[in-house]
Structures are given as C-alpha cells and as structure tokens.
C-alpha cells in the first residue's frame, strides 16, 4: 500500500468509447502526476499537477484529457484512443514538484485498446 | 537529451546468491531513487539517495549514490524467489522536477 490508490486496475476499451482513469493519494501530497509505462521503454512523463494547477503536458494527443479537481485526486480522461495507446498508465504523487522529492506510485492502470 | 543507462537488462541467479546492478547518467543527479516492480503491479520504492557518496539499506537491499553523482548501484544480499521483479532506477538534476528513469533491470531468481 503506497498510499496511491488507482481505478480501474484493467480497462478494455475500443477506439470511439470515452472512459477514465482514476487516481487518489492519501499521503496529503501537492504534486500529482500521470506516467505511461509502455514494454521495454522507460516511463514517460504524461502530465504534472502542482496544487491543482497544470504545470506540464509533455506533448500529449488532445485524445488524452486529464483533470485534478483538487490536490487528492486525479483523473485521465480518455476518448478515441488508438491501439498503440494500449499500456499501463501509473499515477504518482510528491510531496513538492521539486528535485530531491520522492515519487510515490499507484498500482496502475492496464489499458487495453482494440 | 539526458540518457540513463541501466544495466544488466536481466539477471537470472540462484536462490541466495547476491545481486548487483547498476545506472549511470551522462548528467549530473542530486537524488537518486530505487524502485522495484512486480508484474501487474506499479513500482514501489526500495532507497532513496540524496547526496554524493551516500550509502543505504534497507533491509537485503543495499544503494549507493555514486561519487562522481552520475551513477548509483543496488546490490541484493541472499536473493530469495520473491526478490523476482523488475528493477527501476531513477535521476534527478537540481532545479528540475522531472525524474529521468531507467530501462529497468528484469531478475529472476531460480530456486
């Protein structure tokens, strides 16, 4: 238990549905992050959230929307994914958005696109 | 860009034997971070490494930030079946917040 709690766990979804992501963190944390984990690739760096606030979109199709309503929770909105789309998307959390903060991830969401 | 580079890929050992794998950067990282991962499941922190020469355990598990700050190592004492997993480190450079993460380091062990 890390204190990152992420649903669904697996989604299978075809091309024109529209679903979400999950994600809530329990560790009153001010950063929040969204990381796609693909085979044999490093993470990659989705979307930061800093009290609430977008701070980064690391060049993200406009298919994925994502959404912190308030600093506990945050959300991926997904709609007319692509099959190469198909991956395990992590959320984590930090403290602070700042170098020599510890990253604290969820279990991930497997994503199934067909 | 930066790179960080992970190695070995994979790993397969005996049960008890000890493990060593290790990251290097072609920059300079003020924290280092040690994350392992079981299939399914998103990775959970073993170590974290703060300064220069900082040497850490926790429990089997021993990390070091190197020297020179652009590489750290993670040995495993005694291995047992459960240390199965894939092994993530990741760097940080001062004045960032993005962590620079590793290809991974996939272990199994036989029993």
């Known amino acids: 238990e890390t204190g990152v709690t992420q649903t669904p766990r697996h989604l299978v979804m075809g091309m024109t549905n529209k679903k979400s992501l999950k994600c809530e963190q329990h560790?009153?944390?001010?950063?929040m992050y969204w990381y796609k984990q693909s085979a044999k690739k490093p993470l990659e760096l989705m979307f930061v959230?800093?009290?609430?606030?977008?701070?980064e979109n690391n060049s993200v199709p406009s298919r994925f929307s994502p959404e912190c309503p308030n600093s506990s929770h945050l959300f991926l909105h997904l709609h007319t994914l692509q099959p190469e789309d198909s991956a395990l998307y992590l959320c984590?959390?930090?403290?602070?958005?700042?170098?020599?903060?510890?990253?604290?991830f969820g279990e991930g969401s497997w994503l199934t696109v067909v | 860009g930066q790179q960080l580079n992970q190695s070995p890929q994979s790993m397969f050992i005996q049960e008890g034997e000890d493990v060593s794998m290790n990251c290097t950067s072609s920059?300079?990282?003020?924290?280092w971070l040690w994350y392992k991962q079981d299939p399914g499941e998103g990775p959970v922190l073993l170590i974290a490494?703060?300064?220069?020469?900082e040497l850490t355990s926790n429990g089997r598990l021993t990390a070091q930030f190197g020297i020179t700050r652009k590489d750290s190592f993670l040995n495993i004492s005694a291995s047992i079946p459960s240390d199965v997993g894939i092994y993530f480190c990741?760097?940080?450079?001062?004045?960032?917040?993005?962590?620079?993460f590793g290809t991974g380091t996939r272990l199994k062990v036989l029993a």
């Open positions: 984590a959390s930090s403290q602070e958005m700042a170098s020599g903060n510890t990253i604290y």
């Open positions: 990741a760097g940080i450079t001062s004045g960032t917040y993005k962590y620079i």
């Open positions: 959230y800093n009290f609430k606030e977008q701070t």
């Open positions: 560790l009153g944390h001010n950063a």
């Open positions: 490494l703060y300064k220069a020469g």
């Open positions: 920059s300079i990282f003020n924290t």
